[in-house]
T-cell receptor, first 111, second 120 residues
Framework: RKEVEQDPGPFNVPEGATVAFNCTYSNSASQSFFWYRQDCRKEPKLLMSVYSSGNEDGRFTAQLNRASQYISLLIRDSKLSDSATYLCVVNMNTGFQKLVFGTGTRLLVSP | DVKVTQSSRYLVKRTGEKVFLECVQDMDHENMFWYRQDPGLGLRLIYFSYDVKMKEKGDIPEGYSVSREKKERFSLILESASTNQTSMYLC???????????????????FGPGTRLTVL
């Protein structure tokens, strides 16, 4: 089983739609979780951190379910500019800041 | 703004060549990382460093070495490039967890723009 798993997509949604991505992780001791955004041919950039049960930032909501070992990212009122790949990232709690990256979920928002 | 720069955006080398990829960050970060990113495999950690002259192997260190002589600079070295090292290489930096406000509050990793290396 992969340490961090995501549906690669692509998710094709119209502008204004609500879309959600899930990510599962294998290490139950993991404590810190992140969503990074990566635009085509660009570097990843932090979108949100998830430290407890969840986090909300404007149209974006990240939730953590420790019992089932998954985190989700919900995007409301999708914009064209939200088109990107969203990387689920988990800190494996190994005593150092080692992050494990999922392969990403691609989102395409169309007019 | 944190800035992480990498010496080249695109690089083409031949099999057997020695290749140097340079990364410089301007925010006085202790931690620096080298990843490679391949389709379907995501980002994989090659090496990291948490201080000058310190280095630790990541998940895929074979065929690579690193150098950190100065805090702001972290170099990735391919001793003898091979075709399976064709990839996107990303450098990142961050503050250590102790400065982030708690053991579980790991700081954001800031990435450079990447170097797309092709080995022929």
């Amino acid at each position: 089983r992969k340490e961090v798993e995501q549906d690669p997509g692509p998710f094709n949604v119209p502008e204004g739609a609500t879309v959600a991505f899930n990510c599962t992780y294998s290490n139950s001791a993991s404590q810190s979780f992140f969503w990074y955004r990566q635009d085509c041919r660009k570097e990843p950039k932090l979108l949100m951190s998830v430290y407890s049960s969840g986090n909300e930032d404007g149209r974006f909501t990240a939730q953590l379910n420790r019992a089932s070992q998954y985190i989700s990212l919900l995007i409301r009122d999708s914009k064209l500019s939200d088109s990107a790949t969203y990387l689920c990232v988990v800190n494996m709690n190994t005593g150092f800041q080692k992050l494990v990256f999922g392969t990403g979920t691609r989102l395409l928002v169309s007019p | 703004d944190v800035k992480v720069t990498q010496s080249s955006r695109y690089l083409v080398k031949r099999t057997g060549e020695k290749v140097f990829l340079e990364c410089v960050q301007d925010m006085d970060h202790e931690n620096m990382f080298w990843y490679r990113q391949d389709p379907g495999l995501g980002l994989r950690l090659i090496y990291f460093s948490y201080d000058v002259k310190m280095k630790e192997k990541g998940d895929i260190p074979e065929g690579y070495s690193v150098s950190r002589e100065k805090k702001e600079r972290f170099s990735l070295i391919l001793e003898s490039a091979s075709t399976n090292q064709t990839s996107m290489y990303l450098c990142a930096s961050s503050l250590p967890p102790v400065l982030a406000g708690g053991p579980n509050k790991y700081n954001e990793q800031f990435f450079g723009p990447g170097t797309r290396l092709t080995v022929l």
